[in-house]
Every structure is written in C-alpha cells, then in structure tokens.
C-alpha cells in the first residue's frame, strides 16, 4: 500500500504542478494567490511525503499531505458548485477535474493510512514480542 500511496503522490505532485501553471498561464491575469499558492504549497508536501517515506517511515507526512489536499480540493470543488458565488461560474471541465483530483486526494489518503496503519501493527506486534 505505501509503494502505491509513495508513486500516486509522485504523479499527482507532477499533474498538480503542470495543471496549476497551465491553468494560470491561460489567464490574462493571476487569480487570487492564496488559491494557487496553496496548491504549489501541496505539490512540494507531496514531493516531500515521497522523499520521505522511501524507507518506510516517516508515513504520516505523506499521510499528512494527502489529507491537505483532500481539503483544500474539497474546497475547490465546492465553491465551483455554488450557485451564490461571486464571480463567473466554473466551466464544467474544470470542475470535472476539480472532482478527479478531489478522488485521487482521498484514495492517496486512504492509501496512506491503511500503510501508516499497517506498519503501526508490526511495530506493535514487534514490540510485544520481544
């Protein structure tokens, strides 16, 4: 499970990274900058929970980063389904992705916590046997 949540990362990290600059290099101004500045913040936490976990440990920063992005995708997603937010609505497309990688943030999460899960109980288990 963790080789699976470690790679997930790397090519949602790499997707997020080139989807965000393409998204705002289309525009002929930059949006609010907490909105992409958080996204580049959670592909380098991504980049970092990879970096860390190739040993085995380290998992909940992984763990961690998956879950950043669960929320702050969650959040996306949903203020572009408001029918009261201001502003032009969501193109369907994006919010199709917006949805996507939203899945992809929660299957990263669960993924890393059942492997954070599991080396817990081996650890436990070791632990006790000795």
Same mark, same amino acid.
């Given at each position: 499970?963790?080789? &699976?949540?470690?790679y997930l990362a790397l090519v949602y990290a790499v997707g997020l990274a080139i ?5 705002? /290099? ?20 991504? &980049? ?15 763990? /961690? ?7 702050v995708m969650y959040m996306a997603f949903f203020m572009g389904l408001d029918p ?47």
């Open positions: 499970m963790l080789w &699976f949540s470690r989807g965000e600059a393409i998204l705002n /290099s289309r525009q002929d101004h930059w949006p609010f900058a907490p909105m992409w500045i958080i996204d580049y913040l959670i592909v380098f936490y991504l &980049f970092t929970g990879f970096w860390v976990t190739r040993r085995g440990r380290n998992i909940a920063v992984l763990m /961690s980063a998956y879950a950043l992005s669960v929320g009261d937010h201001p502003g032009p609505p969501t193109p369907s497309g994006i919010l199709a992705l917006l949805g996507l990688v939203l899945c992809v943030s929660a299957v990263g999460l669960v993924a890393s916590a059942a492997a954070w899960y599991s080396r817990e109980r081996m650890t436990t288990a070791q632990r006790h046997s000795a």
